[in-house]
């Protein structure tokens, strides 16, 4: 559950609707407008911190962390995700490390799928 | 960290039911979701929290004070809203609302009217023209007004219709705003205790059977379907189910290495997945083991 709110900031991070330095509602505020428990919002920004898209100041609320190049940073998160992901199927299909290389060398829609 | 109440060592015997052993607590600004079948003691254990019921055994603690010996004090910072509540057919809901603000110094008149126009209800029509859901809202209309610092509710969504029921949860979201007011409340529809609860008890049979922050629950819990001949029996999965070679298994304190080990014995995994709140209840009372 908590995803959906990090998806929701992430995309307003990476759209610049909200830029560097932009303070995030409370979570208590967060929580309340979008009907889901404290704990879940906590849990989100807790994610975002770690991904590093927002910076907490102890006492003074959530921002937007000011590097200059989120977007990127975002979306380099969500690739690894995806490599992660496509790295495990991999691993289920039994596939060698040569193998994987000669699907990224072939690229999509080769049809050299093992 | 205070507590909204603390429940400890709760005993309550009846001649078809027990409700045994009870020890939970609720600390102040958050919300807990009391899940559990028909019947499985959710309203014994509220009713206990309010004073209506005398434990026979332990010590029940609701905002600091000894209950039932403070139960003065103690609901004068309280509201519970359970469904039996009668209110008086031929009176309208403002002569209501006029008698509980009489009582209760705490009354917030602009927020009972902020909440008469969110709960779309009529103050000027008497109750007995009101439709089960107009009556619930009622009920909670005058138990929220209040704005007590612990809410206690009994099946506040239970028999509502779709938008009435987005309309008490919205409302019950307020209560987040608040860091020093809490909420217990009771349902099986473990949907909306989904959506809105930190923290989540699951009561069967009398018992507690598991209570933890919700995230927690969501986090443990996985489902995995895989092919092969082996069908573990290990501590952890807490339902397995096979059809052909396909196996599902539902696992509980799931951990990163568990598809590793299914591989090493011969099981395909095909798809982990998390799992609805819904699902690891049920599966929690089938497997009739802690979650």
Redesign the interface.
């Known amino acids: 559950m908590y995803r959906q709110i990090v998806d929701q900031i992430s995309t307003k991070v990476m759209l610049g609707d909200w830029p560097a330095g932009y303070p995030l509602p409370s979570i208590r505020e967060l929580a309340s407008s979008s009907h889901v428990s404290v704990i879940t919002v906590k849990r989100a920004y807790l994610e975002l911190e770690h991904a590093g898209v927002i910076v907490t100041r102890h006492g003074k609320g959530s921002f937007v962390a000011a590097s200059h190049d989120l977007p990127r940073a975002l979306l380099r998160a969500e690739m690894h995700r995806h490599l992660q992901a496509f790295l495990g199927c991999a691993a289920q299909l039994g596939l060698d490390t040569h193998e994987i290389q000669r699907l990224l060398d072939a690229g999509p829609d080769k049809g050299v799928m093992p | 960290m205070t507590v909204a109440f603390a429940l400890t060592g709760i005993h309550k015997q009846y001649p078809q039911f027990t409700l045994s052993d009870i020890s939970l607590s609720l600390p102040h ?3 807990m979701g009391l899940v559990g079948v028909n019947g499985a003691g959710k309203t014994t254990l509220l009713r206990i929290l309010t004073g209506l019921v005398r434990a026979d055994r332990g010590d029940v603690r609701v905002l600091g004070l000894r209950m039932p010996e403070d139960q003065v004090a103690v609901k004068a910072d309280t509201g519970f809203a359970s469904e039996d509540m009668r209110l008086y057919k031929s009176q309208t809901l403002r002569w209501h609302m006029d008698l509980i603000a009489a009582i209760y110094p705490g009354w917030d008149e602009n927020y009972a009217r902020d909440l008469l126009r969110r709960f779309d209800l009529k103050s000027d029509q008497s109750i007995g023209g009101f439709s089960h859901g107009q009556r619930v809202k009622a009920l909670l209309l005058l138990c929220f007004a209040r704005r007590p610092r612990l809410l206690l509710l009994d099946e506040p969504t239970t028999g509502l219709d779709p938008v009435a029921r987005s309309e008490v ?2 409302v019950l ?2 209560v ?4 020093t007011r809490s909420v217990l409340f009771s349902s099986h529809n473990t949907h909306d205790v ?6 989540i008890s699951f009561l069967h049979q009398g018992r507690l059977i598991a209570s933890q ?3 927690r629950f ?1 986090d443990d819990w996985r489902r995995i379907v895989c092919f092969g001949d082996y069908t573990p029996e290990w501590p952890e999965i807490a339902a397995a189910r096979r059809n052909g070679s396909v196996l599902e298994l539902k696992v509980r304190d799931f951990c990163g290495e568990l598809p590793a080990r299914l ?1 090493a014995h011969g099981l ?3 798809s982990v997945d998390p799992m609805r709140l819904e699902d690891i209840f049920v599966t929690t009372v089938r497997a009739g083991a802690p979650a």
């Open positions: 600004g958050q919300i949860l919205e979201s307020d987040l705003r608040d860091e989904e959506q809105l609860a930190d923290s922050d919700k995230e969501l591989a395909t995994v095909q």
